[in-house]
Structure formats: C-alpha cells, structure tokens
C-alpha cells in the first residue's frame, strides 16, 4: 500500500493574481492524514476554510473558482496539478486574498518549491480508484470529449484544436506522473490576442502580462492596435514574433498550449479527492469541460463504494427464502447447494447467505491442514444467488434454468474459511434482454470484501 504524503516544510508565493490584479501572499502548510487538500483565506473574519473539492465549483468561465458560504479561492488549477504532480495528498493553503497568485502562468515555481522544501511520508494509506470500465463525457457542439478508461497506472493524454493557424492541432502526453515536474509543470497559460480586451471589459485578467501568459495573434494586427491593447493594460508595448507570438515570449515547448492544457486537467481532476488509476483521454479540454467530468466520475466512485458497503445480517429477521425455497427454484442439491438462505430480493438486487462450516466436503483436500474456501466456489455461490435473482422475475421458475455464459474480472480479496458468514449482494447491470442477464456480484464477510465479478447468465426452457 502507498501512504500519503506532505511537504516537510511551509513554503510561501507573492505575486499578482490573474484576474483581480491583486496582490496575493500564500503559504502552504503540511497538513493532517486525510485531511485533504484545504484553502483558507486568512484576510476575512474566522478565516474561513474551503476544501478543495469539485462540489465546491462556482465557475469555471476563465479558472476554476470555489466558492462556500459566499467566500471564494480563484485560479486554483495551477496549484493543485503541482501538488498532485509531486505526489502530494495533504495541505493547507493559506493566502490573503481572493485568488491564488499567477506567478509565471504555469505550476513551474509551486514544483520548484516543493522540490525544495521535501515531502514527508505519513502514516495514513493513500486511496485508489481503479477505472474499470469507460466513463466517457461528451458535449459534440463545441467538439468535446474526455474520457478515462482501465489502465494499470494512470496517463493523461490532451489534443487541443483552435482553428489557429499558430497553435494548429496539438497532442501532449503524461505516460508516468514523475514526468510531470519537467515536462508538464513550466507550461504557461495562453490566451488568444482577441480575446484580451474583452477580457478586460469583463473585469477579469487585471494582473495579465507577458510574465505570466503567452499571447497568441492568429490573424494579422497593426503595431497600433498592439500599441493600444498595451496601453490598455498599462503594460510595455511590444513587437509581433513571425510565428504569432508576441515579442519577449518564448515558446518552451513546441506544444505548450497543449501542454497547459493538459496540466489544467490534472489541476482540476484533483478536485475529485481519490488518486485514479486508469487513462485520461481529452480532446479539446477546459475548465468547464474538466470539471463537468470529474463530477461524473466522483458520482461513479460513490455509486461504486456504496456497493462495497456489506449489507446488515439481522439474524432475527426472517428470510425472504429459506432453504427450502430456494430448492424450489434451484435445481443444486448437497454437496453443491451453496445458497442457505436468501435475505432480501428486488427486480434488480438480491441478497444472500452462506454460513460456511468444517463439514463442507472440499475442505477435506483444500486444505488438510489450512482449510480455505476454494475460490471457484465462492464464485459458485454467487452464481447461484444471481440465478435466484434471474428467475425471481420469470412466471412460473420452476419451468426454467440458468447458465451462466461468461465470468468477468473476477478477484479475491481474503481468504474464507470455516465459521465465517458470506454475504453475498448482486445487482443487474442491464434490464433483461432476450433471457440474457448482466449481473454485478460482491461477497462480504465481516463487512469486507472478499470475492468480486461480473457474470452473464441466459434464461432457458427446461425441456
């Protein structure tokens, strides 16, 4: 198991932020084991605390803003993709105003901090989320899709695509997370030059300047124009650079708007608050679009935890089917009737009950001297409760059988053996269709998870 981890030591930043044009002094603290990633604004009475997560979102329109009890943190993106790129899972973030600072537009001098200040292992485990299957959001009017898929590790790949003749179609990639802080990290924002002074009269990018974005023109401007933006934003005048950008900007990477984008994602995917383990595919990302997903997938890891809650054994309710009903719908007989009881039964979700004990006949050969439930058989027993639930919903079961056609992504967790209790839960995961049924199924003991699958069973006529 991995354990969590903090900075060693505070750091502090001083800069200007982006869109207030204020200036913003914040401090990162080490903070406690499983406390998360936290915000507080120390310049308003009880310093309120904000965490950083993705139910918190207010707006997303230029940054990715929280927002609780009225008390907001801005720009937050760039801070968060550095702290979760240099594998850090708790701090407290302390700033006196309404948006972290700029700095150079990019997470480069939050990783050169920490870099420097060290990270401290803490005793806490650290928590996974392992993607199992696609999740995938799409807005196809504004040509958008992000998706995370199963993977072993976890890799996020961006391709970006503004009709500009300057950037053109753009492909970044992050294979391994210890990439990030070279690779990843110096990639500055950019915004288009036509959109700057909108901007402006929208109140927002105040602390804008060449220092801390890339300025991209797409089209031909005259030195006027550029003279007058400049003014505009009370900034030096600059010149044009033959490819697009503006003068005394240097690309770093040949793709680094691809690059922030990329770094954004990961900035604002942390809001999620479990590390994931699978593949993020985006095309045309942004702050929207981010956090719109990882609303998605955090509503998908609820959903899949709440199925790892163990249902509650109350030994003095009645069962809905006790052993001998359930031989009026099975046709398994000792040795291999693996269902004791059933404790509760919907269309879509059935509960069931093993209680496993020294008599049962494979413990003679597995093992002599380790008795351990062979795993096959656990997995039989779920069989059995999901072949309960499937022909709970036909008339008249007793003219029917189940076969199971396929057994997917099965795994255990621990061992079981004599005088534990399996629970077992299983939910269908499509209506059934043409005597074709899709079942997700857990097996608990003690309230833990012990054995796992996915199951695909067919309705058939006894002949």
């Not at 309404?98 to 485990?125: H, N, R, T």
């Not at 890799?155 to 990030?180: H, K, P, R, T």
């Not at 095309?283 to 509650?312: C, E, L, M």
Request: proline share 6%.
């Amino acid at each position: 198991m991995t354990k969590q981890k903090t900075i060693a030591k505070p750091i502090s930043f001083s800069g200007m932020g982006l869109h207030a044009g204020l200036k913003v002094n914040a401090s990162i603290y080490p903070g406690e084991n499983n406390s998360g990633i936290v915000f507080q604004r120390i310049d308003l009475d009880d310093q309120p605390i904000v965490k950083a997560q993705v139910e918190l979102v207010s707006d997303t329109s230029r940054s990715t803003v929280l927002e609780k009890n009225g008390v907001k943190i801005s720009t937050i993106e760039h801070v968060l993709a550095a702290l979760s790129g240099m594998d850090i899972d708790n701090v407290l973030i302390k700033l006196d105003g309404p948006e972290m600072p700029i700095l150079d537009g990019s997470a480069g001098p939050y990783v050169d901090a920490i870099q420097k200040a060290g990270l401290l292992e803490q005793s806490a485990e650290r928590e996974y989320f392992e993607i199992k299957e696609p999740i995938v959001f799409k807005n196809e009017e504004n040509g958008i899709e992000i998706m995370a898929l199963p993977s072993d590790g976890f890799s996020v790949s961006v391709m970006i695509d503004y009709n500009s003749v300057v950037i053109g179609n753009q492909f970044a990639s992050l294979n391994n997370m210890e990439e990030f802080a070279g690779e990843i990290a110096p990639s500055r924002t950019f915004v288009f030059f036509r959109e700057l002074e909108l901007l402006w009269k929208n109140n927002l990018i105040k602390g804008g300047s060449l220092d801390n974005a890339i300025v991209v023109l797409d089209r031909e401007v005259s030195q006027e124009e550029l003279d007058r933006i400049a003014d505009l934003f009370n900034k030096p005048r600059v010149q044009v650079r033959p490819q697009g950008i503006l003068s005394n900007t240097k690309l770093q990477f040949s793709n680094e708007p691809a690059r922030h984008k990329l770094l954004d994602l990961i900035g604002d995917m942390t809001l999620i608050g479990t590390r994931l383990k699978g593949k993020i595919i985006a095309t045309r990302p942004g702050h929207w679009a981010n956090v719109t997903f990882a609303k998605q997938v955090k509503d998908y890891i609820k959903k899949q935890n709440s199925q790892n809650i163990a249902p509650v054994l109350d030994p003095a309710k009645p069962p809905v089917l006790d052993i001998n009903d359930i031989m009026g719908l099975l046709p398994h007989r000792s040795p291999f009737l693996m269902i004791d009881r059933i404790l509760e039964m919907s269309d879509t979700t059935i509960i069931g009950q093993k209680n496993v004990t020294m008599n049962e006949p494979f413990f003679v050969g597995h093992f002599p001297q380790e008795p351990v439930m062979p795993g096959v058989m656990i997995v039989e027993a779920l069989a059995q409760c999901g072949g309960i639930l499937v022909l709970g919903g036909v008339e008249d079961p007793k003219q029917y059988s189940t076969y199971f056609l396929k057994i997917d992504n099965v795994k255990f967790k621990k061992k079981v053996v004599p005088g534990d209790t399996i629970i077992f839960k299983l939910e269908l995961v499509d209506p059934i269709r043409r005597g074709i049924a899709k079942m997700k199924g857990k097996a608990f003991v003690a309230g833990q998870v012990v054995a796992e699958g996915e199951m695909m069973a067919q309705i058939v006529l006894n002949k």
